[in-house]
């Protein structure tokens, strides 16, 4: 195996480039990577043997650019390249560009590739192999008026999806005819920036379905296995952010019946390499065929946690020509195990992603129970270049319960602070007694959205302002020690120093006005009678209370200090309170702002127009996902500042609106 592959290339980024990294490494193979401007200084590119730069920024001057990948690759003399997942990694045309350039691709053929890459074609082939398809229209007319029609045939509510698309881009749920239009127009601007290509789908959309999928792996010389199934109902956007292997209640029959069904799909094609065949589950236990992925899964890890299996690493082997390791009946499973997908978004804003810095990252200790994936170390910083994506935290237990366990108190010990994340949020959602029970379908979020975008129950206010001002207290005598005449602690003769700390908390009206005495027992706050101090081993001391907590000290844009707690009781976060800049940074009103950076899709309105509440205005792309900016209210628009293509900064004016 060494003396046929020593050298290979990586046409891909952050935590799959690294995790590919990883095993080539215990395989004593050197790894190249490739980076954008953007990534001058990423971990993948510090982890790599060799780097090479591949252009701007944006992914179709860099990562989608086939040519520049097979350049680099020639440059270093590797011989082999491993896609990731994403970017070009199902492909047809890279596949087939490598091959004439006599380097080696680590995925299928290209004839699978092209075969599955047509949703609508995939569907045919997966009928002539007796897979269960899901009723919807697949055919090559693609006028408005027949997908329309065909939506009403089938009968609402209809799933549309890209038909060359993964991901969730390129995809909406249409719960009535009304709605299908701006449905349908959105799908295809998104597939068409994400892919290439708007062909849509047309399906009946399963009202109570699960998303399970089966881990499939062949060789050169018609072996083919299954690894067990995944489920990965818990989606955002039709994005996966929590998945677990094994799927909850499946009996071994259906466990069975799934796995050789995704084998019949796998070998209809002539599969070579890893594959995941994705399946919606209905509650009778029948499974249908949505679409089979090429490539490796961003969620493989909980698949290897459970078999034992580096999915990787049978990928170099099946490349070069190897037999596949084992055989069906050697693969055994073991345990239970968890990925929940770690966000640089703010779930509690219609998971808008959320750029900037990692100024303070802690992360659980890596153990044979809990692992992190990540491409990122604290420093780094979140562009909207990208998927907003920070880790995975993958954590494998005896039984599901045990693992359950294990995964709520990970989350905890996740700490993240410079960026907002969905941390909190993936506890809430791990933490919901339908979740413990299993009983979830892919419309988890949707049916579950009110309680899990409720703050849980955790350190009492008071606690976590006063933790937050005692340390404010405590950074600033540190920082004073070397120059006493600038110890500004408010020290006087026979009397306890005084010190007044005003902080603002998200979503508060007025700002909390902390008048604190400083004690030989600590920090002592009057109006709410409660005393605080630091233990040698840095643990809070709060009235008899004690608790381990870190306190993550950052700038906010406008260049305030934040400041977060983060305890096995969730985070709390609180800024120092500037009335001066507050009025500085207040939004006029009647303006909409851009809530990102981003690139301007598409607006929908001129000055002078009318509009009226929850009308869409303009549609932003920003990390290869779409957002609609609606009127707030009836309105006269009256400027809009930008036009289609142009790039917008966080926070910039959109468009100003008037009223009577």
């Known amino acids: 195996m060494v003396q046929q592959l020593s050298k290979i290339l990586i046409a891909n980024r952050g935590e799959i480039a690294c995790r590919v990294i990883r095993t080539a ?8 990577a490739v980076y954008s401007d953007a990534d001058a200084n990423a ?32 440059r270093t003399g590797a011989q082999a390249i491993h896609p990731g997942y994403g970017f ?4 047809e045309s890279f596949a087939e560009a490598l091959q004439d350039a006599g380097l080696i691709f680590i995925g299928p053929p290209v004839k699978a590739i092209a075969a599955m890459g047509s949703k609508s074609a995939a569907k045919n082939i997966m009928a002539e192999a007796g897979v269960p398809l899901v009723p919807g229209y697949h055919g090559e007319d693609q006028s408005d008026d027949l997908l329309a029609a065909e939506a009403e045939k089938i009968g609402y509510p209809v799933l549309l999806k890209a038909a060359y698309g993964g991901g969730g881009k390129g995809m909406r749920i249409v719960e009535k005819a009304s709605e299908f239009a701006e449905a349908l127009a959105s799908a295809r601007r998104e597939a068409k920036a994400g892919f290439g290509n708007d062909k849509m789908l047309v399906e009946k959309f399963i009202t109570r379905p699960r998303h399970v999928e089966i881990q499939v792996f062949c060789d050169q010389h018609g072996n083919a296995v299954y690894l067990a199934e995944r489920d990965c109902s818990v989606q955002r956007r039709h994005q996966k952010v929590v998945e677990e292997a094994p799927a909850p209640g499946l009996s071994e029959e259906t466990r069975k019946a799934m796995g050789d069904a995704a084998v019949r799909a796998a070998q209809a094609i002539d599969y070579v390499g890893a594959g995941t065949v994705e399946f919606l589950f209905d509650e009778d236990e029948s499974f ?9 899964q961003v969620e493989h890890p909980v698949t290897e946690m459970i078999t034992g299996v580096d999915l990787v690493e049978w990928q170099l082997r099946v ?4 037999v596949l390791p084992m055989q069906q009946d050697e693969i055994v499973l073991d345990g239970h195990a968890f990925e929940a997908r770690i966000y640089a978004e703010n779930a509690d804003d219609n998971f808008m ?6 100024a303070y990252l802690r992360h659980p200790e890596v153990s044979p129970y809990v692992r992190w994936d990540s491409g990122i170390v604290e420093g780094d910083e979140v562009t909207t270049f990208y998927d907003p994506m920070i880790a995975k935290l993958i954590v494998w237990d005896i039984d599901r319960e045990s693992a359950l366990r294990r995964l709520t108190n990970a989350l905890r010990e996740t700490r993240i602070a410079g960026v907002t994340t969905n941390t909190d949020y993936l506890h809430r959602i791990v933490s919901h007694e339908a979740f413990q029970k299993a009983e979830f379908t892919t419309r988890f979020i949707e049916q579950y959205g009110e309680a899990l975008h409720k703050r849980e129950a955790g350190l009492p206010e008071p606690v976590n302002l006063l933790t937050i001002a005692a340390s404010i207290i405590r950074n600033r005598q540190q920082a004073a020690n070397q120059d006493p005449w600038s110890r500004a602690n408010g020290w006087r003769v026979n009397a306890a120093a005084k010190h007044r700390i005003c902080l603002q908390t998200a979503g508060a009206e007025a700002a909390t006005i902390l008048n604190l005495e400083e004690t030989d027992a600590g920090i002592y706050w009057p109006e709410q009678e409660i ?9 809070v001391l709060v009235d008899g209370l004690r608790f381990h907590a870190d306190i993550a000290h950052t700038k906010t844009a406008e260049g305030s200090s934040r400041y977060t707690v983060f305890s096995h009781y969730g985070r709390f976060d609180a800024s120092v309170y500037d009335a001066v800049s507050e009025l500085i940074h207040e939004e006029e009103a009647g303006s909409l702002t851009a809530p990102m950076n981003g690139t301007i899709v598409a607006v929908n309105v001129a000055a002078g127009d009318t509009v009226t509440e929850g009308q869409a205005l303009v549609v932003m792309e920003a990390m290869k996902m779409e957002y609609t900016i609606r009127a707030p209210f009836n309105a006269t628009v009256e400027q809009v500042f930008f036009n289609a293509g142009e790039l917008v900064s966080d926070g910039v004016e959109l468009i100003s609106l008037a009223t009577e």
């Open 531 to 539: 005393s605080l101090r630091f233990a040698k081993d840095g643990a």
């Open 43 to 74: 971990q993948h590119v510090l982890q790599a043997d060799e780097a090479v730069h591949i252009g701007g920024s944006q992914s179709s001057e860099s990562y989608l650019c086939a040519d520049k990948v097979i350049a680099a690759a020639k």
């Open 88 to 91: 070009l990694s199902e492909n």
């Open 288 to 296: 249908y065929f949505m679409e089979m992925n090429t490539r490796l």
């Open 319 to 322: 490349a070069v020509g190897e």
């Open 353 to 358: 992603p959320s750029t900037g810095t990692l």
């Open 25 to 32: 490494r215990e395989m004593g193979i050197k790894t190249v």
